[in-house]
């Protein structure tokens, strides 16, 4: 975890909750955060869910942290609050680490997740990508919190794995059909309940560090 800026570290919880307001606009990815934070940090923190008359927020950085401090400056500037935001990314070996951070739109800007696992999918076929060794990937997660004096504080978290063949489980959302996380014993994220993947994801690990870090500081 890493800080930047002069400024920027949130008051004392001896004060109160520090008050943040998501960033993400995928709901499903706001479930998995706010239950990370809360779990971490209890009341000491609230977050609040991002505003619904906020536009989405361009992606045109080209790593994680920078789409991340995109996003959650966008937010601090539009509400005058501390935001929370990340990137995320799925990296694929025999893909040289694509989709990286495309994975949301790997099928292209208005994609499915059923989408943007098909051409996953299929693109592991088409360069004959079999078996454990052939198919490892890992999911990458940066978690940015931003303030409005331009301090911030980052986060980063990490989960090896691999690509299932096929989709396997009813759970989760995004890739987790196909993501076979190292240490959980051969199941996809897909196949495990809400709170074991958390235990063991790419974004609990993220969140659970930047949390840890705010209420250090």
């Known amino acids: 975890m890493t800080g930047a800026g002069n400024g920027g570290r949130p008051p004392s919880t001896g004060a109160g909750p520090l008050t943040m307001v ?42 994680l942290e920078e789409n991340a401090r995109l996003k959650g400056y966008a937010l601090v500037h539009a509400t005058g609050l ?22 949301a739109r790997f099928a292209g800007e208005n994609a499915s997740y059923a989408d943007n696992v098909d051409k996953l999918l299929s693109e592991l076929a088409s360069v004959g990508a079999t078996g454990p060794d052939g198919r490892r990937a890992r999911f990458r997660t940066v978690a940015v919190a931003c303030f409005p004096d331009r301090g911030d504080v980052v986060a980063h978290g990490v989960v090896e794995g691999l690509i299932a063949e096929e989709r396997r489980g009813s759970g989760g959302f995004g890739y987790d059909p196909v993501f076979v996380p190292d240490g959980g014993d051969g199941r996809t994220y897909a196949e495990m309940t809400v709170a074991e993947k958390s235990a063991l994801s790419h974004r609990g690990k993220a969140f659970r560090a930047l949390t840890s870090g705010l209420l250090s500081r």
């Not at 923190?45 to 989405?56: G, K, Q």
């Open 22 to 63: 998501l960033a993400t606009a995928n709901a499903d990815k706001a479930r998995e955060i706010v239950a990370i934070v809360a779990d971490t940090a209890g009341d000491a923190i609230e977050l609040r869910p991002r505003p619904t008359d906020i536009a989405d927020v361009e992606e045109t950085g080209d790593t």
């Open 82 to 103: 501390a935001a929370i935001a990340d990137d995320t990314g799925l990296e694929v070996d025999a893909l040289l680490g694509a989709p990286g951070v495309f994975s």
